[in-house]
């Protein structure tokens, strides 16, 4: 009962300024709704690094021989059970693809290039970037087949193409030259040029026989979701005991820093804004105390307790973080629907490529994210009214009536 | 003994410890029975609204005793002061009484609310007040709508709503003219009269010690004359 006073009295309190109020309110709304639609795009920006970090063969985990990140090639192989992966329950993964991978040199009429050569089970690759990427002519039938695909920037470099034959030598586990033609069955479109001068695919079988062996140099294991990470990663260490389980964050350190960057700029973001706004509020909620020092002098000599006057203060702060966050968090939802179709970012797209970002940017939204907003602005709100609760609550009683 | 609503022995109230003291109040010996009106008089400085804020429990005496209505006030907490004033003393002051952003009528509710009282109740008893004080037809309006005088009467509701004891008013009609003043001592008057609230007064104006039935003038802090008024002024 005591409670709805109050809440009246500061209600009204605050539209004592109307125009000083809806300044302030305007200005919490803009920071918080800008705050929101920045998280969206960083968001997105995160996670469509994630993705391409993933989709470029690496998956959430991807098995290797021991020694082979240090010096890639077939003698650091393993041998797969002709069944799949043994004792791996399905819970958790969403698919995964065995490949040899080896370095090579292409050669065409005119060019030679250094690649990585890597046999490929084609339907298994939904959970790369293979999946689901462009081809120009015709994309690999089958473990078996013969041909190969090569990248759009590469094949521009070897000035060769869709039917033309190229060669490519690599080395055998026993040390010496492995050497031989094939047709290119497709050129494919990679999200960067990186991708598609680094690999040449072609059926698994196909770079077996060449080197003479059933192993493989890695299996790459997609998550049905994240949060599935944990325990998957912990089935795959046993069932692979004696190899290297890596994670797409220790396969690919440059994006995974990245991807703790993009949290932390959130943050800083936030603090900044709300920084300077939790400023402001301070500084009106003083203002507002000091103009208002007779009649809180007033107020305490006829009997209001210490504590009413503080609750005063600060339930004026809170009702104008409540108001302002509201339809911040309105108009952050508004700006979210309209990029939330993606923004066409092409235009910087050779700068894009480096970064590994795709050259659509679609923002997201999370959940988490805004209610973190919301209550971490609660927070300061509350603290920004510390202060002035303070300045009020040690205006005398007397002070009403000197003045 | 029993009807004395204050006593205050042998005060002293000294401002300023440091440097030169003031002495406003040098061992004041006063007392008020219930049902009386004591007009405070005296010169500027002289200590009217020391001795006021010490029997309303706003300030504490630097030497000596105050009881008001049985209670020493020297042995309350910061918050049972606040409390002694909430339930036992009416104020109205010389200006700012009122909360701006409230109506008349909310602001006589208000202290009701401070008090804990039933909604139901506050309202009725809100608009009955106004009512007595002949105020009903500005109820709804806020302070910034109304005259001096009319702010003034509201604070006299606001002040009596409560049935205080004890109803204490500092130069209540120092901002009123003389025809506006003697409608707000007419109201003091039939409160006094009529509900036995007993009021002390602290005031310049030889109008309002003309309606008080006691006069007590002060002098450099000591009280040098208290007579009891044979015929106050209203009555002729
Ligand atoms: N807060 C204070 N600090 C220092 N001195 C004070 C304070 N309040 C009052 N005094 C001094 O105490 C003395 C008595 O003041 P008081 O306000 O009681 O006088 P008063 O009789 O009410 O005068 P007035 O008729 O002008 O209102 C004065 O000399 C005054 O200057
Ligand atoms: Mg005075």
């Known amino acids: 009962m005591k409670l709805t006073l109050l809440v009246q009295l500061s209600w009204r309190n605050l539209w004592r300024h109307r125009r000083r109020t809806v300044i302030l309110l305007t200005t919490i709304c803009v920071a918080v709704g800008s705050v929101l639609v920045l998280n969206a795009l960083l968001r997105g920006m995160q996670m469509s690094m994630v993705e391409t970090a993933i989709d470029n063969l690496n998956g959430h985990f991807k098995v290797l021989a021991p020694g082979y990140l240090d010096d890639p090639g077939i003698t650091k192989s393993f041998e797969l059970e002709p069944s799949g992966i043994p004792g791996l329950s399905a819970e958790g993964i969403r698919g995964w693809a065995p490949r040899v991978r080896v370095p090579a040199v292409i050669r065409s009429e005119r060019e030679t290039r250094g690649v990585q050569f890597v046999g490929i089970v084609p339907g298994s690759e939904d959970i790369s970037f293979l999946g689901d990427v462009d081809v ?43 050497e031989s033609g094939y047709r290119v069955a497709g050129v494919y479109d990679a999200v960067g040029t990186g991708i598609e001068k680094a690999f040449v695919f072609t059926g698994l079988a196909t770079v077996q026989d060449l ?67 939790i400023f402001g509020l301070v500084n009106t909620l003083v203002t507002a105390v000091m103009e208002r020092i007779r009649e809180l002098g007033m107020l305490r000599a006829i009997g209001m307790r210490r504590g009413a006057v503080i609750a005063q203060v600060v339930i004026e702060s809170m009702i104008t973080m409540v108001i302002g966050i509201s339809t911040g968090v309105v108009l952050g939802l508004l700006g979210f629907a309209w990029l939330a179709e993606g923004i066409d970012l092409s235009a910087f797209a050779e700068g894009l490529e480096l970064t590994g970002l795709r050259p659509e940017l679609v923002p997201q939204l999370w959940a988490q994210d805004v209610f973190l907003v919301v209550v971490l602005s609660l927070v300061l709100g509350f603290l920004a009214s510390i202060y002035p609760a303070h300045r009020a609550v040690r205006v005398q009683p007397l002070d009403a009536m000197r003045r | 003994m029993s009807d004395l609503v204050v006593e205050c022995r042998r005060v002293t109230r000294v401002y300023g410890d440091d440097g030169v003291a003031v002495r406003a109040l040098q061992g004041v010996d006063f007392r008020v029975a219930k049902g009386e009106w004591a007009a405070l008089a005296g010169p500027s400085g002289s200590g009217k609204s020391t001795l006021l804020h010490l029997v309303g429990g706003l300030d504490r005496p630097t030497d000596g005793t105050v009881v008001v209505d049985g209670e020493q006030l020297n042995d309350l907490s910061e918050s049972q002061l606040s409390d002694l004033r ?33 909604p139901a109740q506050r309202r009725e008893r809100a608009l009955s007040v106004l009512d007595q004080l002949g105020l009903s037809d500005i109820g709804e309006r806020r302070p910034g709508e109304l005259s001096g005088g009319q702010q003034q009467r509201v604070a006299v509701a606001r002040a009596i709503v409560t049935e205080p004891v004890l109803l204490l008013a500092d130069e209540p009609s120092a901002n009123l003219d003389s025809a506006t003043t003697l409608e707000l001592l007419a109201l003091l008057r039939a409160i006094n009269e009529e509900r036995g609230v007993t009021i002390v007064t602290a005031t310049h104006d030889p109008i309002v010690m003309g309606h008080a039935s006691r006069r007590v003038l002060l002098r450099d802090g000591r009280i040098e004359s208290d007579e009891v008024m044979s015929s106050p002024a209203w009555h002729a």
């Open chain 2, 86 to 118: 909430l339930r036992k003393v009416g104020f109205v002051f010389q200006a700012y009484n009122l909360v701006p952003v409230l109506s008349a009528v909310e602001n006589v509710e208000f202290i009701m609310q401070l008090q804990g009282v039933e």
């Open chain 1, 136 to 178: 120009d002519g015709e994309y690999l039938s089958g473990p078996d087949d013969r041909r190969i695909l090569l990248g759009h920037a590469l094949a521009e470099q070897l000035e060769t193409g869709v039917g033309r034959r190229v060669v490519l030598i690599t080395q055998g586990a026993d040390g010496g030259n492995r």
């Open chain 1, 211 to 277: 080197l003479s062996v059933d192993a493989v140099t890695e299996v790459s294991v997609r998550l049905t979701e994240e949060a599935r990470g944990p325990s998957v990663l912990g089935d795959l260490t046993n069932t692979f005991d004696g190899l290297d389980v890596r994670t797409w964050q220790d396969l690919e350190p440059q994006a995974a820093m990245m991807h703790e960057m993009a949290d932390a700029t959130v943050s800083i973001w936030f603090l900044i804004v709300m920084g300077a706004l």
